[in-house]
């Protein structure tokens, strides 16, 4: 019989943790106004998560709150409030992404129990080590693995896992992606993402010619429920349903199917409530099993918005058929109804395969003009629309009406609220204070009295009296649970003396459980002018490498990475910098790194981004190797885990999102010497966290931005189309292109060795006299893509000299046409 995995419920709203209850969830995780990826929803109110914990551990269902977005140094003093109001709750888990958050959490807030959010990137076995070590309790792996590396590393770790279910896919790795920020300031790791993948493309290939179009980034939707037998053997501990932003309805009836689902994969007796045509129903882009099960056909490229079900199609009407006694302005829709479906008014359709057009439906009719109660399967009926749609032309149910209401009225079922169960012990002896124990929801008090029982003048105490005293509880809240004691045989207490221990046990009691006054850290501890919280004393000199950079002079170190290894006859035509990041991967990387090293210029190596365990394995046995590295750029938690015991200098990548000062403390804690500063950050963020690092800053100057990271390929090439047929390996070769979007938009598209996609900004960085403000920054990177080499030449010794020029010109042959200021002038909300 398999183990049943947690089922873990959405919850945006009260209505929605009141849905999830409902529909047998053993835990939900929300969030509050602020600092949660789902900013976009509703959310509540610190009043609504008191009395949603407080409902959900009165039915035994567990509460995780979201904090996982990146925090500003500016919202610390805010955090800090938020997590003094949290740790009053009880709560059964933090769900977080922000090294700076962690850093807080582990130092001043230890009573929190830590899960990773996906935006963490965890990408195999050495990440989920990393945050077993770190003392988390649980780590959510991403939604790329497959449920054989799942149970692989179940069987290897001791700290729960968590895996997604059901509901939406992102094109790109969770926490990787940049588009929503750099097209419109609105940052998915801060919670507000506008969805770019679900927008329309055309996607050209390297000659410019038009491959496809449609909504080309648009995965389908996660669902396993089909596959929870198999599922529940892997181990893992906790499925995911996906959906802070849907509505009630949707929670209840997904959360229930998984219920369901699971029981009957349990060997339990299930009676089946919710069918997979429901389902689907309730909200679907196409269903697809993911990367769960090696899927191909992951992509929806016809419609970016709720499918619904397919119930039939248009037809011609004959003339009779117009009459449908409604406005004007609208015009007969001939519908024939598939079988084994209905139609009834109230219900949403929608037209064609791609969805962007549709029609509530306000009345049905006949062919004939008589008006109808509902459509049924098999049928010809007429609806008004105000919409001409041609005949032959699929019909979607995108909105059931009945079936929503059956969800509403099953979703807000009222809870009866259990009173508190309390059991009380009594000690009632001859020369001792009289004692009373009460104990409720895990907590126990004790009242000793300031009286003793004393020896009867007739007959002595009876534990009928006893019990009819202490039982008086009415209007208290709680219920009665067992009452104990332990009597002498001769004592006696007056009723009045019982009532008052029941009396003052009981206010003990209600007080320790409302209990507020834990250690706080309070904001007051903030300084003003590094916006961190708690300070040191330690922290308020100038850090050590900073005295050091400026005794050397205020020139930058100039930094050139390379994506791809280049050859060592380009390499040699370059001059001028101070350091160079190199592939770790590249082909003849010990030999170019021996030749710079030789020049003078330090060399980091860079591990991939990307790090699933079978890459992990390539990475380490590199590693074994003699390199010649100066040090390492790493891009995720599997190379730091890989790389903690290693003597060379250690730099976190873009990919490690530093947002704040206190991340900085945690990768030097972590053993990192280094780190590039994330470019979503504003000019004024950026000199606060620079100013106050004890790591090493390295600024992203020049180059084409990553914006997304995916291995969903949108190519469909032969090798691609190949793996529906039972191949498991991404297409291994390389290729490029752009897309272009509705505005105009271009955004060049790579696929790489890996088989991973890569989509730039179309525009490309370049900051200019700005960052000789930046007093703090240590070195300046250059980011080569494919620029000839007279004009890398150009931009490096641009950083070299001409930048601290005072008349601040370009020179020739470098312009700012097409090129951005990314976030460091506008930042981003």
Same mark, same amino acid.
């Given at each position: 019989m398999n183990k049943k995995p947690e089922l873990l419920a959405p919850a945006g709203t009260t209505a929605a943790v009141i849905a999830a209850i409902n529909g047998g969830a053993d835990a939900v995780y929300f969030g509050g106004k602020s600092f949660n990826a789902r900013r976009n929803a509703e959310n509540m109110t610190d009043d609504e998560i008191k009395e949603a914990v407080t409902r959900c551990h009165q039915h035994g269902v567990k509460v995780y709150v979201t904090l996982n977005i990146l925090i500003k140094n500016s919202e610390m003093a805010e955090v800090v409030n938020t997590l003094n109001f949290l740790k009053t709750l009880n709560l059964d888990g933090l769900i977080v992404q922000d090294i700076g958050l962690i850093y807080l959490l582990r130092h001043y807030f230890p009573e929190f129990k830590l899960q990773t959010s996906t935006q963490a990137s965890v990408y195999g076995l050495e990440g989920v080590l990393f945050f077993q070590k770190l003392g988390f309790s649980r780590v959510v792996l991403p939604r790329e693995m497959s449920l054989t590396q799942v149970a692989d590393i179940k069987k290897k770790t001791r700290i729960e896992l968590k895996i997604f279910a059901h509901g939406a896919l992102c094109y790109a790795y969770s926490g990787q992606c940049l588009m929503s920020s750099m097209i419109g300031g609105r940052s998915g790791n801060r919670g507000l993402c506008a969805q770019p993948c679900r927008k329309h493309y055309q996607l050209f290939d390297e000659n410019a010619r038009l491959v496809k179009e449609g909504y080309l980034i648009s995965p389908k939707d996660l669902n396993i429920l089909d596959a929870l037998p198999v599922v529940s053997a892997s181990g893992v501990d906790s499925l995911k349903i996906e959906g802070r932003m849907k509505t009630p309805e949707y929670v209840y009836g997904i959360t229930r199917a998984y219920r369901e689902g699971i029981d009957a994969a349990a060997g339990d007796e299930v009676d089946q409530t919710i069918d997979n045509r429901a389902v689907m129903q309730v909200f679907n882009r196409d269903f697809t099993r993911g990367h769960l099960f090696n899927e191909a056909d992951i992509?929806?490229?016809?419609?970016?918005?709720?499918?619904?079900?397919?119930?039939?199609?248009?037809v011609s009407l004959a003339k009779t058929a117009k009459n449908t006694n409604h406005k004007s302005t609208y015009q007969p829709l001939g519908i024939r109804l598939y079988e084994d479906v209905q139609l009834n008014v109230g219900d949403g359709l929608s037209f064609g395969e791609d969805g962007k057009t549709g029609t509530r439906v306000d009345a049905i009719f006949t062919p004939s003009g008589?008006?109808?109660?509902?459509?049924?399967?098999?049928?010809?009926?007429?609806?008004?629309?105000?919409?001409?749609?041609?005949?032959?032309?699929?019909?979607y149910k995108n909105f059931d009406k009945n079936l929503m209401d059956s969800l509403t009225k099953r979703g807000s079922r009222s809870l009866d609220q259990p009173a508190s169960t309390i059991n009380f012990k009594l000690f009632l002896k001859l020369d001792k204070p009289a004692e009373i124990v009460a104990s409720a929801q895990g907590c126990a008090v004790t009242y000793r009295a300031d009286f003793y029982p004393e020896a009867p003048l007739k007959n002595p105490i009876d534990e009928a009296m006893v019990r009819e005293q202490i039982s008086r509880i009415g209007g208290t809240g709680f219920e009665l649970g067992i009452i104990s004691m332990e009597l002498d045989d001769q004592v006696f207490l007056s009723r009045s003396q019982l009532n008052t221990l029941r009396k003052e046990v009981l206010i003990k009691l209600t007080q320790k459980l409302a209990d507020t006054e834990k250690k706080e850290v309070s904001p007051d501890l903030l300084h003003s002018t590094i916006t961190i919280v708690p300070l040191e004393k330690e922290l308020l000199a100038k850090p050590e490498r900073l005295k050091k950079r400026q005794s050397d002079g205020e020139k930058k170190q100039v930094s050139l990475s390379f994506e791809k290894m280049p050859m060592i006859d380009f390499l040699m035509q370059l001059d001028g910098l101070d350091q160079v990041v190199l592939p770790l991967?590249?082909?003849?990387?010990?030999?170019? !790194?021996? *030749? %710079? =090293?030789?020049?003078? #210029? !330090?060399? *980091? %190596? =860079?591990?991939?981004? #990307?790090?699933?365990?079978?890459m992990t394995k390539k990475v380490r046995q590199l590693l074994k190797k003699e390199l010649n590295q100066d040090g390492f750029l790493i891009g995720n938690y599997e190379a730091l885990q890989l790389l903690n015991k290693t003597s060379s200098y250690v730099e976190a990548d873009l990919s490690f999102n530093v947002f704040n000062t206190l991340a900085t403390r945690a990768l030097k804690e972590w053993g990192v010497g280094g780190a590039v500063l994330s470019p979503e950050l504003i000019e004024t963020e950026l000199q606060e966290i620079t100013g106050h690092s004890e790591i090493d800053m390295v600024l992203p100057v020049y180059g084409v931005q990553e914006l997304m990271v995916s291995k969903k390929c949108l190519f469909g090439c032969k090798n691609c189309l190949e793996k529906k047929k039972g191949t498991t390996g991404l297409c291994h070769r390389e290729m490029s292109g752009k897309l272009l979007d509705e505005r105009g938009f271009s955004f060049p598209v790579e696929r790489d060795d890996q088989g991973l996609i890569h989509i730039y900004n179309g525009d490309t960085l370049f900051l200019r006299e700005e960052i000789l403000e930046l007093k703090s920054v240590d070195t300046w990177r250059i980011y080569y893509h494919n620029e000839n080499i007279e004009k890398l030449r150009t931009i490096i010794s641009y950083y070299r000299q001409g930048i601290y020029d005072k008349h601040w010109g370009l020179p020739e042959g470098l312009?700012?046409?097409?090129?951005t200021r990314g976030s460091f002038r506008r930042g981003v909300k």
């Open positions: 992509l929806n490229a016809q419609v970016g918005k709720n499918r619904g079900v397919l119930i039939g199609q248009v008589r008006r109808c109660e509902r459509g049924s399967g098999g049928e010809t009926v007429v609806i008004p629309c105000r919409y001409g749609v041609s005949p032959g032309t699929l019909l991967l590249g082909e003849g990387v010990a030999e170019k !790194t021996a *030749l %710079l =090293k030789d020049r003078g #210029i !330090t060399v *980091l %190596l =860079k591990t991939p981004k #990307i790090m699933d365990d079978q312009g700012t046409e097409g090129t």
